[in-house]
């Protein structure tokens, strides 16, 4: 595990929420454009980019879209990197980093667990995250699931993470990084800038 766990703070759609994650040293602010509660506009998302300094990293969040309109929507919005949230194939990966773009591929638990060898030994030099079986619903998974059969390369642990419970799970499974999003929100959809606080301190804390 590297020195400092990488944290990336998702589905921000303010300029409050996104002056604090930057504020409190969030490697990575994420912004929604899958359906979703969270989801914002190109052109609100290049708005909240140009507020974020080049040291910390920009992600599109889509999910099972065309590539072609992602890679349309992600230079809209002016982000540097495309994370595929849904069972988008490896060429969609590669498509995005010849276009320029960073990746980062997200899988339900469940399916990484369902991978082969072949296909765990692929992404492994790929950077990928290991989500809840539903991704964004805010529900955690048994981290005994893959405690003994983690990502062997760079990946970010999700699903269901809070201030309380992300520096326990950073300790137990020792992943590259975290990511969250419903869990630093006072209701859901609506950060809540106190727990984003909270929740970078708690992560750095691990």
Same mark, same amino acid.
């Given at each position: 595990?590297?020195?400092?766990?990488?944290?990336?703070?998702?589905?921000?759609?303010?300029?409050?929420? !996104? @002056?604090?994650?930057?504020?409190?040293?969030?490697?990575?602010?994420?912004?929604? &454009?899958?359906?979703?509660?969270?989801?914002?506009?190109?052109?609100?998302?290049?708005?909240?980019?140009?507020?974020?300094?080049?040291?910390?990293?920009?992600?599109?969040?889509?999910?099972?879209?065309?590539?072609?309109? !992602?890679?349309?929507?992600?230079?809209?919005?002016?982000?540097?990197?495309?994370? &595929?949230?849904?069972?988008?194939?490896?060429?969609?990966?590669?498509?995005?980093?010849?276009?320029?773009?960073?990746?980062?591929?997200? &899988?339900?638990? @469940?399916?990484?667990?369902?991978?082969?060898?072949?296909?765990?030994?692929?992404?492994?030099?790929?950077?990928?995250?290991? @989500?809840?079986?539903?991704?964004?619903?805010?529900?955690?998974?048994?981290?005994?699931?893959?405690?003994?059969?983690?990502?062997?390369?760079?990946?970010?642990?999700?699903?269901?993470?809070?201030?309380?419970?992300?520096?326990?799970?950073?300790?137990?499974?020792?992943?590259?990084?975290? @990511?969250?999003?419903?869990? !630093?929100?006072?209701?859901?959809?609506?950060?809540?800038?106190?727990?984003?606080?909270?929740?970078?301190?708690?992560?750095?804390?691990?």
């Amino acid at each position: 595990m590297p020195e400092t766990t990488f944290v990336k703070i998702c589905g921000l759609s303010t300029p409050e929420s !996104v @002056d604090q994650a930057v504020a409190h040293g969030a490697d990575a602010v994420g912004f929604v &454009f899958a359906e979703s509660v969270r989801k914002v506009t190109p052109e609100l998302a290049r708005e909240l980019v140009n507020r974020v300094p080049n040291t910390v990293e920009t992600v599109g969040v889509f999910r099972e879209q065309p590539i072609d309109e !992602v890679i349309a929507i992600a230079r809209a919005a002016g982000v540097a990197t495309i994370q &595929f949230h849904g069972r988008e194939p490896f060429a969609d990966l590669r498509r995005a980093q010849h276009e320029g773009f960073r990746a980062l591929r997200a &899988f339900g638990v @469940d399916e990484f667990l369902a991978l082969s060898e072949v296909d765990r030994a692929a992404w492994a030099g790929e950077r990928i995250l290991v @989500d809840a079986v539903e991704p964004g619903g805010g529900a955690t998974f048994d981290p005994q699931l893959i405690e003994h059969g983690a990502p062997s390369g760079w990946w970010l642990l999700a699903g269901g993470l809070t201030p309380e419970n992300v520096a326990d799970l950073i300790a137990r499974l020792r992943p590259s990084g975290v @990511d969250v999003s419903s869990g !630093v929100e006072r209701q859901r959809g609506v950060k809540s800038l106190e727990r984003i606080a909270a929740f970078l301190a708690a992560a750095r804390s691990a």
